[in-house]
């Protein structure tokens, strides 16, 4: 197992029970081995059932978890990932990831960031990191903390959002990014442009996007029920596109923001 996260991930928003819990197995026996799941996805038992199923050794599987914003309060942070850890079925978790900042005026920030280092401390994550965290927030998240303890900044990222500022300025500091909805929901899929690249490399255009994020540092967590489609992103891992795709590409950022949740950070 790499100390850093893997480029590759399975995401498990809506993987749920006996169904949630097959698909997470066929992902692991295509080859995935860093799985992203969240306390307010309900998928961490899923997770958790998944790999003890696979029979794969503890260390083999990279697991990412999320505190939910509603956990972020002194109260709450530890004992929720407690029962992170119980619902996972392990001793550690390997990235623990702040889901959104507080919205709560009650809840400051310096004190979920402690938290945060504090279970690192404690041994209960391997690494620690941030969701959906705007240049401003990693900045300070990297004060409290200090330089080099934040492993990732997980945010949406796709050919129409490239949050290109965002990522240049994790990539400097050593950060990867995390790019979640890596297919925009399914619809890179449709896009002519990216259809006219797959094709070159005989692939899909799904792959090249998936391709073209992790060329440029950022690892990819795309979510599929289908074992096929499962199969098809993890092979994107095999795709190298030309300096002039990834150009190509480039011109397809369009700032098409799909998560807005009605109080969202300032983003960059
Ligand atoms: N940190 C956060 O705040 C946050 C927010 C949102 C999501 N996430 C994470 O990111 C993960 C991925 O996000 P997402 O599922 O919303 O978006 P996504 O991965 O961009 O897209 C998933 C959708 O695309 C379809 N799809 C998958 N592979 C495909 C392929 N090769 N060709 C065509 N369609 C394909 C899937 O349908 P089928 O299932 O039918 O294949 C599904 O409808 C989530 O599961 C979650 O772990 C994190």
Do not use: C
């Not at 500022?165 to 399914?186: C, E, H, N, R, W």
């Not at 690249?197 to 090249?208: G, L, N, T, Y």
Request: aromatic share 6%; glycine share 6%.
């Amino acid at each position: 197992m790499p100390d850093t996260i893997p480029m590759m991930g399975l995401g498990t928003y809506g993987r749920l029970e006996e169904e949630g819990i097959r698909a997470i197995l066929s992902a692991l026996e295509i080859g995935y081995r860093h799985i992203d799941t969240a306390q307010s996805y309900g998928s961490e038992p899923s997770v958790g059932e998944a790999v003890r199923r696979s029979g794969l050794d503890r260390d083999d599987v990279f697991i990412t978890t999320k505190v939910a914003q509603k956990k972020l309060d002194r109260a709450q942070f530890l004992p929720s990932v407690e029962t992170s850890l119980k619902d996972l079925q392990v001793d550690v978790i390997d990235l623990v990831l702040i889901h959104w900042p507080s919205i709560d005026p009650d809840v400051p920030f310096e004190s979920y960031m402690e938290d945060l280092g504090r279970i690192q401390d404690q041994g209960k994550a391997r690494h620690i990191g941030v969701s959906n965290f705007p240049i401003a927030r990693l900045k300070q998240a990297e004060e409290i903390l200090g330089s080099g303890r934040i492993h990732t900044d997980q945010v949406e990222i796709h050919p129409f959002l490239q949050n290109n500022k965002l990522v240049d300025f994790a990539l400097s500091k050593g950060i990867t990014p995390t790019a979640y909805m890596p297919l925009a929901q399914g619809r890179v899929a449709d896009d002519p442009l990216l259809q006219e690249i797959a094709e070159k490399h005989d692939a899909s255009a799904s792959q090249v996007s998936l391709a073209w994020l992790m060329q440029r540092g950022i690892a990819v967590i795309p979510a599929s029920a289908s074992a096929e489609r499962q199969k098809s992103n993890f092979d994107a891992q095999k795709i190298v596109l030309s300096k002039s795709d990834m150009e190509r590409i480039a011109t397809l950022d369009r700032g098409f923001r799909i998560v807005v949740p009605e109080v969202g950070p300032d983003w960059d």
